[in-house]
């Protein structure tokens, strides 16, 4: 299995609140991904980036922000939390075009 | 607009026999085509892939054709096991220059190998 690790697999917040996912893989990969699954929509790109504090926005940047300042570590902010932003997130790494490996996912839900 | 469909949501195949996923794409900027397989409560796991100077690839059971000027994909499993049974998902990526892979995905389709 790939080295990529999604904290925390689970949380509840409140809707206004700030939360942040962080994603930490141990392959040296350039590229990291955040994609959210909901019902009906499949995986939906975010953000990603293609190299240190490099990011650029996806199909569904509104609401969120990221960082990236080490090769291993890409945080996802949600800087106030959303019911629609309810979902489950995964990260994503990748050094290819075939070499796309996921985290197991972040459970997130906005109350 | 969905750049990629996968216009079936489930589909129940008896074991031992084939399944057919199927997938469309409408982006012709789409040069390479990829199948997920996702188990409940974990992330997507690649399963094969293909370029669009191919038709065919194929690894074991699983073989994915694309039919590029049907823009059409489909994903073949045979013979299908109980352990099969998991959602499908079709992916497509275009060579966006900077290099980076990022994916469309369809919707998925959740398959269910009946023993």
């Known amino acids: 299995d790939a080295g990529i690790t999604q904290s925390p697999r689970h949380k509840v917040t409140e809707t206004g609140t700030p939360v942040t996912l962080r994603c930490h893989q141990t392959e040296n990969h350039r590229y990291m991904y955040w994609y959210r699954q909901d019902p009906g929509h499949g995986l939906r790109l975010i953000h990603y980036?293609?190299?240190?504090?490099?990011?650029d926005k996806g199909e569904v940047s509104d609401g969120y922000s990221v960082s990236r300042s080490k090769t291993e570590d890409f945080l996802l902010t949600l800087e106030s939390a959303t019911s629609s932003q309810t979902s489950v997130y995964f990260c994503?790494?990748?050094?290819?075009?075939?070499?796309?490996?996921f985290g197991n996912g972040t459970r997130l839900t906005v109350t | 607009d969905q750049q990629v469909k996968q216009n079936s949501p489930s589909l129940s195949v008896q074991e031992g026999r084939i399944s057919i996923l199927n997938c469309d794409y409408t982006n012709s900027m789409f040069d390479y085509f990829l199948w997920y397989k996702k188990y409940p409560a974990e992330g997507p796991t690649f399963l094969i892939s293909i370029s669009s100077i191919k038709d065919k690839n194929e690894d074991g059971r699983f073989t994915v054709f694309l039919n590029k000027s049907a823009k059409h994909l489909s994903l073949h499993i045979v013979p299908s096991q109980p352990g099969d049974s998991a959602v499908y998902f079709c992916?497509?990526?275009?060579?966006?220059?900077?290099?980076?892979?990022?994916?469309?995905f369809g919707k998925g389709t959740k398959l269910s190998v009946i023993p």
């Open positions: 980036s293609y190299g240190v504090k490099d990011t």
């Open positions: 994503a790494i990748s050094e290819n075009r075939d070499s796309h490996y």
């Open positions: 992916a497509a990526s275009a060579n966006s220059g900077a290099g980076s892979y990022q994916l469309t």
